[in-house]
């Protein structure tokens, strides 16, 4: 079965500044997705980005993007221009194409944004 | 674009007791997916719902149960509860459960 791995429980950012989230995961598949969700105190899970396995070029979305190594089966988060609102639960997760559809999550890693 | 929409989203129930929970999917979505989320186990699939049948199935007990209409809307059934049942419970859907999930605020659930 596939594995997702964080090893932050906690983070904490200065406002405007930049951090960086670590995921690994591990997995026998060379098809799927790898996704990064917030999930602030409201507990919506909200979709920050997602990563085609098959792509090699890093997502980027705004002020979030991604550092993608396949090989190395890492998947990190960086937030750049940190605001308060950043400031929630974030999950790794990872979706296969091919062992049916759902994800698996690591087990988060709660950031803190200080004003 | 109405979201996801959980209901209940908070529920106190007996052991022993059964519990019913809805989720009812972006219109257009026909793929709906349950996760359970607690402290300790983190958040671990339950089962996914596409087009009125099961899918997928998560490693959860028989007393785990789902099932989902033909205008989409899922519910999931929770029979004989334990204390160990109490969680949140979120479910996502998405168009064709491979694309993009968008998640409900979900239902809180507290066994006593």
Aim: proline share 4%; aromatic share 12%.
């Amino acid at each position: 079965a596939q594995t997702v791995t964080q090893s932050q429980p906690e983070m904490s950012v200065q406002e405007a500044e930049t951090v960086t989230l670590s995921c690994t995961y591990d997995t026998s598949e060379s098809d799927y997705y790898l996704f990064w969700y917030k999930q602030p105190p409201s507990r919506q899970m909200i979709l920050v980005i997602r990563q085609e396995a098959y792509k090699q070029q890093n997502a980027t979305e705004n002020r979030f993007s991604v550092n993608f190594q396949k090989a190395a089966k890492s998947f990190s988060l960086k937030i750049s221009d940190s605001q308060l609102g950043d400031a929630a639960m974030y999950f790794c997760a990872y979706r296969s194409l091919n062992t049916g559809n759902q994800f698996y999550f690591g087990t988060g890693t709660s950031l803190t944004v200080i004003p | 674009k109405a979201g996801v929409t959980q209901t209940p989203r908070y529920l106190i129930k007996t052991r022993g007791q059964q519990v019913t929970l809805s989720c009812s999917p972006i219109s257009g979505h026909r793929s709906v997916s349950w996760y359970q989320q607690t402290p300790g186990q983190g958040l671990q699939f339950l089962f996914e719902y596409f087009s009125e049948t099961q899918r997928n199935k998560g490693n959860f007990p028989g007393r785990f149960s789902g099932r989902q209409f033909s205008n989409s809307r899922s519910e999931m059934n929770v029979s004989t509860l334990e204390l160990g049942d109490s969680a949140l419970y979120l479910c996502a859907s998405s168009l064709d459960g491979v694309l993009r999930a968008f998640f409900g605020q979900g239902t809180r659930l507290t066994v006593v």
